[in-house]
């Protein structure tokens, strides 16, 4: 007899343990499948993953449950290292295991169920009560009501009357499965010579030149051939009716064969081989091939300036791993890059590559991971999500633009995709590289310390040198009368572009219109009244947009405070910088890039696509234009407000800022010895911009790190962000106090020092209050033993409706 211990998909925390099922007899269950199960009292079907297969179990033999079902035709959704890691992130991450399963299992694949109640046939004479009989009218002539529709109108609590009402034989409760397989099949047809009908139709088509399409495809299959509905078409000039009714009256039979989706047409790549590297390259290939044959592999952070040919280290690491019969993960952080990168890939290694991504459709996203998990491609090139593709054989994991906050999770559970990948590597015995031009502070400081191998490139393989960088000090532009976004240099530096002919790049880091809309008689501001946080105008729409929960409100055309008509917009966003460009350079042909213009399926490459063909003169965008595109001809950028990034609420606010500088500077001049950048700010002396200017990392990296040695922020520290949210305001300012105060209680040593709690930088969101404790200690470990055993006893308070998020680390306190 086998046992399975399975964890069931409840998001509930009593539940996050493992459940022993028996396997029935004959039925095939292997570790790491998905699986439904009977759960609870009423045992209702549960989709369930098997964690690990035993012999033994402790549940006595008549108490035992069995498995009902086994998914994906008994294929594993968890390989081993996989359920290592999600083991690994419970720990790290402080959430469930269950939680962690689902983040890396396929989107959209998950069981989902749904019940209804169904009356059954009773003595009219039979007694009702009054709330009995109050719902066998509000069923009325239905006979299957959907449950969400009975608890809508009687509220959440029915559900105990209705079992009740069960058990007295009135009505049942009904439990639906539904399934998302997101299966794509092709339809192929082929004669039935045996059918009783065939003789009959083919006397009557050759008497009716109406029924000439049945003729045609009766003609055509005649000799044992199989052709699909278009085939049959477009050879024949049918249309679907002829195919129809052959099928109805069972002349042709139909063959159903699943089908994946492509992403992509490798037809459409030309093929291209390895470059001959540079000095730097290839010691940097030696240095990596060398570390990829020791046992015990040191993570790698390749510090390479833009242009200076990461990407084709990448690849030729890539044709060493797959000439071992293992794959590659290429991780990168915008769907932009995707693209990009992907072009190039394909261009290498051919259909061994595929792709994912939240722009997908699901299906193509679940066939993609069909894919890897079936070894029918070797390269998944996507976002974090990419991490987890169920692949036996890793060699390498590559993390491009390693350095970028979007690698983040800001959903439990908030996992760092660097550290989890840093962790995976390890558990495949697989190389981990991260290329970047300008590395995080903490990363850096790893490799200098030894813990990783730094490479660095200096040099670009383009022949090109770093563009020649000016800043522009934007008081003295106001002060001299300059009210423009732009200042006068850059307004004349793309005006000759224009003549040139040369390409321009215009990088803000905000999108919209305008940053706030105010009345400027009473200076009260819109606000969203979900999230308290200021609307942002857009223009297009003409329309306040909250950014945080996407909140839409009408622009007032008086004000809602003091009935002022005088409302006016303040701030820049990137509609307004396009809408002042057009003004400036009626002539020139404008692009603008950024997550309004971008919402639809390959909206990212046809914009990219317009532009690297010539067909815009200026391409405006928020930090997607600012990384990782090549573009020969772009010859100057403009970085329209430098301050927005360095006056953000965070320690990492300078790292950041610089780092942004830095990757829109390095679009220019990739080709040749003319790129220009203007960097535009209100603090010209800022060390942050002083080194972006100069494309100085190492200089940045000296002041900034001293600055967080001097400060006690990380790596020379940890700490935690604690967020208390819940509907009701005072009960959460209750709760933070009390969780400060046992913390307080428990640092008996005085290891940490503890701020808050405060209203979070974002005091409300979405409806609920939030509320934050920031607690900060030398060492991670014993911040660990102070902090999560105060908050799981702040948890174990059933009746509270107060929630407890907790981050360790986190670059974004808000």
Known sequence: MMYAKVIVGLNRPEMDKMFDYGVPEGMKVRQGVRVIVPFGSRNS???GYVISLSEETDVPE???????????????TFTPVLLELAEWMQQRYFCSLNQCLQTIMPAGIRTKSSWSVSLKDFAEEMKLTPKEKLLVDFMGERKNVPLDEVQAEFGGKVVDFLRKMEEKGLLELKQVLHRS??????????????????????????????LEGQRKILAYLQDGKEATAEELKEKLGVTDSPIKTLLQKGILRERKQAELRKVFDVEDFQRTDAFTPTAEQAAALDAIRSEMEKEEKRPVLLHGVTGSGKTEIYMQIIADVLAKGQQAIVLVPEIALTPLILERFISRFGDAVSVTHSRLSMGERVDQWKKARDGEISVIIGPRSALFLPFQNVGAIIMDEAHENSYVSDITPKYDTKDVAGEAAKKYHALFLMGTATPDLVSYYKSKTGEYLLLELQERTGGGTLPEVFVTDMRKELAEGNRSAFSRELQEAIGENLRKGEQTMLFLNRRGYATFVSCRSCGHGMTCPECEITYTYHAKEHALVCHYCGRRAEVPKICPECGSKYIRYFGTGTQKIEEEARKLFPEARILRMDLDTTMTK??????????????????????????????????????????????????????????LMTQAAGRAGRRADNGRVFIQT???????????????????????????????????????????????KDAVEIAAQKLAEKLAKADGE??????????????????????????????????????????ESMKKDRKSKVRYQISLNPTNIV
């Open 45 to 47: 079907k549960t989709e």
């Open 682 to 728: 209100y603090q010209p002396e800022h060390y942050a911009v002083k080194h972006a200017a100069k494309q100085d990392f190492k200089g940045f990296y000296e002041e900034e790190i001293l600055m967080r040695q001097m400060m006690g922020y990380p790596p020379f520290s940890s700490f935690f962000s604690i967020l208390i949210v819940g509907e009701e």
């Open 750 to 791: 005085e290891i940490a020092s503890i701020l808050g709690p405060v209203p979070a930088a974002l005091p409300k969101f979405r409806g609920e209050y939030r509320y934050q404790i920031i607690i900060k200690a030398a060492e991670e470990e014993p911040l660990r033993e102070l902090v999560l055993p105060a908050v």
């Open 602 to 659: 390959h909206s990212h490459e046809k914009i990219l696509e317009t532009f690297g063909k010539g067909e815009a003169d200026i391409l405006i965008g928020t930090q997607m234009i600012a990384k990782g595109h090549d573009y020969p001809n772009v010859t100057l950028v403009g970085i329209m407000a430098a301050d927005l990034s360095l006056n953000v609420d965070s320690y990492t606010a300078a790292e950041t800022a610089f780092r």
């Open 181 to 210: 397989e997101y299966k794509k099949e092709k339809r192929f047809f082929s004669l039935d010579t045996e059918a009783p009908l065939l003789e009959e139709v083919r006397k009557k088509i050759e008497k009716d030149c109406r």
């Open 62 to 76: 008549d108490k035992v449950k069995y498995i009902i079902e086994v998914l994906d035709e008994g294929k594993p």
